[in-house]
């Protein structure tokens, strides 16, 4: 059953990874920091990646010390995505596709050395009351919440045509 549930979360964080890829890459340079909602395009891609990877960890001191965020202190800047404020900060394509690649990357690893005792435990972060199996899932909805709301964005506003990506598949 463990080998069963790790490999299902591990192909839907492939798949909501794929759509948010795609959405990235196919937004034109008019949308990268036009609004979606209240934020920025390039705001909520970045938002929806620094959750995704705070929630792979165990806890935000940990988050904050990974050596990716070191090697990119300036990207990160003061972690202005964990205050109760809305963001400032406006994010280049480049460096939130590199972060996206280091989330995937996470993802897969995370998820493969996963065990049922840890799975079962309390998921580390005080603010959401559930297990860190649950965590995998409600992470991965919220991804795919994101993702969504740019897909509709972009076909909107720009007719691009952001397909739903199915457990297994790669970008296109």
Known sequence: MLDTYKQLIANQFEAVFCKLNTCIGRCPEAAWNAPVGNNALCQVAFHTLFFADLYLGHDEESFRAQPFHRANESFFAEYEELEDREPLALY??????????????????VVAAETADALRARCGFGWLPFSRAELHVYNIRHVQHHAAQLSLRLRLDFQENIPWFKSGWRDL
């Open 92 to 109: 280049e394509r480049g460096p939130v596709r590199a972060y996206l690649a280091h989330c995937r990357g996470k993802a897969s690893q």
